[in-house]
């Protein structure tokens, strides 16, 4: 009987022991998860009045100008945006320069009242699929960033009158996609690493404007008279070595900038440019050295303004480019004609 009652006694302390201990890790797991529960929402308080500081930074951002609300950012760190900004999602442009911006959020989509993307002087990389989403969008400005890559979903901007890509580097292609922008008046490629004119830049229909200076052109396309609504060309600091023969059927374009080139001549079709406003061939290795016919002056009251009409005369270009090319048919002419001579003599 004493081993029975030993026995369960021993049996009743342990049943007490495990009772105890089974209550002492209940609490302590209450109170883990008290001391989880308090800090989540420690934090989660931390994090509102964070986004609420943030938002009231960004409030004094926005500015109404032209009956249009404008988001604001000038010589400031943001180097990313926060997500709660698209609380704000009312805006219609963005002017966020110099800022050390390096990347377009995913959450661009959110404003689709945007007009004007401005963006430029930043240390952007990537332009974001979700921008395609951006309907309305007007301009988008991306110059002197470090985009290298332009994805095909940019044609989703189907409202998109101007594309700023000047000066960012690596960029030397575009994708096929981009010449369903239907309403793209003003391209500027500057300052990039393009080879050639790129397809989908040539089937832009309502193109009037194009920079693609300070590229490495070394030819344009043949059927360059495609873009039909072109006024402007800017071709500065390339690598051209001719002009195409089709340029002649661009029956809108007035400014054609060819300075810093590598040219031998002028065809003399151009010539019949009489569009032309605007041609500059300074700085190409041209074959004949031609020179405009001074104009004299007759008063010294007037010399002022014979000087600015000099310089006007140089500007344009348009005077020189005829000239050269009348001297150039005279002097093929000539080597006609003593060739023909010589073969006179001969029979």
Same mark, same amino acid.
């Given at each position: 009987?004493?081993?029975?009652?030993?026995?369960?006694?021993?049996?009743?302390?342990?049943?007490?022991?495990?009772?105890?201990?089974?209550?002492?890790?209940?609490?302590?797991?209450?109170?883990?998860?008290?001391?989880?529960?308090?800090?989540?929402?420690?934090?989660?308080?931390?994090?509102?009045?964070?986004?609420?500081?943030?938002?009231?930074?960004?409030?004094?951002?926005?500015?109404?100008?032209?009956?249009?609300?404008?988001?604001? +950012?000038?010589?400031?760190?943001?180097?990313?945006?926060?997500?709660?900004?698209?609380?704000?999602?009312?805006?219609?442009?963005?002017?966020?320069?110099?800022?050390?911006?390096?990347?377009?959020?995913?959450?661009?989509?959110?404003?689709?009242?945007?007009?004007?993307?401005?963006?430029?002087?930043?240390?952007?990389?990537?332009?974001?699929?979700? +921008?395609?989403?951006?309907?309305?969008?007007?301009?988008? +400005?991306?110059?002197?960033?470090?985009?290298?890559?332009?994805?095909?979903?940019?044609?989703?901007?189907?409202?998109?009158?101007?594309?700023?890509?000047?000066?960012?580097?690596?960029?030397?292609?575009?994708?096929?996609?981009?010449?369903?922008?239907?309403?793209?008046?003003?391209?500027?490629?500057?300052?990039?690493?393009?080879?050639?004119?790129?397809?989908?830049?040539?089937?832009?229909?309502?193109?009037?404007?194009?920079?693609?200076?300070?590229?490495?052109?070394?030819?344009?396309?043949?059927?360059?008279?495609?873009?039909?609504?072109?006024?402007?060309?800017?071709?500065?600091?390339?690598?051209?070595?001719?002009?195409?023969?089709?340029?002649?059927?661009?029956?809108?374009?007035?400014?054609?900038?060819?300075?810093?080139?590598?040219?031998?001549?002028?065809?003399?079709?151009?010539?019949?440019?009489?569009?032309?406003?605007?041609?500059?061939?300074?700085?190409?290795?041209?074959?004949?050295?031609?020179?405009?016919?001074?104009?004299?002056?007759?008063?010294?009251?007037?010399?002022?303004?014979?000087?600015?009409?000099?310089?006007?005369?140089?500007?344009?270009?348009?005077?020189?480019?005829?000239?050269?090319?009348?001297?150039?048919?005279?002097?093929?002419?000539?080597?006609?004609?003593?060739?023909?001579?010589?073969?006179?003599?001969?029979?």
């Amino acid at each position: 009987m004493v081993g029975v009652v030993a026995c369960g006694a021993v049996a009743s302390i342990k049943a007490l022991w495990e009772t105890r201990i089974r209550k002492i890790s209940r609490e302590e797991e209450e109170q883990r998860k008290r001391r989880r529960g308090g800090g989540a929402s420690g934090r989660l308080c931390v994090g509102v009045w964070e986004d609420r500081a943030v938002l009231a930074r960004l409030k004094q951002k926005l500015e109404t100008e032209d009956g249009r609300l404008i988001l604001r +950012i000038q010589q400031e760190d943001w180097k990313s945006l926060p997500g709660c900004l698209v609380q704000f999602s009312q805006v219609q442009e963005w002017q966020i320069h110099r800022t050390g911006l390096q990347s377009i959020p995913s959450f661009i989509s959110s404003f689709q009242n945007l007009l004007v993307l401005d963006l430029s002087r930043n240390s952007i990389t990537e332009i974001p699929k979700q +921008i395609g989403q951006l309907t309305r969008l007007r301009e988008l +400005i991306l110059s002197y960033n470090r985009v290298q890559f332009v994805p095909e979903e940019l044609s989703g901007c189907e409202s998109l009158e101007r594309l700023d890509l000047a000066m960012n580097r690596s960029l030397d292609t575009l994708p096929d996609q981009l010449s369903h922008l239907k309403k793209l008046q003003h391209l500027d490629l500057s300052m990039n690493e393009f080879c050639c004119v790129p397809d989908c830049v040539v089937a832009l229909p309502a193109l009037q404007w194009l920079d693609m200076g300070g590229n490495r052109l070394q030819y344009l396309p043949q059927d360059i008279h495609r873009m039909e609504e072109l006024h402007s060309l800017w071709l500065q600091r390339n690598q051209l070595e001719k002009l195409p023969g089709n340029i002649v059927r661009m029956q809108r374009l007035d400014t054609l900038v060819l300075s810093s080139n590598c040219l031998r001549d002028i065809p003399p079709l151009m010539e019949d440019m009489s569009n032309l406003r605007f041609v500059n061939f300074r700085d190409n290795p041209l074959t004949l050295d031609v020179m405009l016919p001074c104009r004299k002056t007759k008063n010294p009251d007037e010399e002022e303004e014979e000087e600015e009409e000099e310089e006007d005369r140089e500007m344009f270009g348009r005077e020189f480019m005829q000239m050269y090319i009348q001297e150039a048919r005279k002097r093929a002419y000539a080597v006609l004609n003593v060739h023909r001579a010589n073969s006179w003599y001969q029979h």
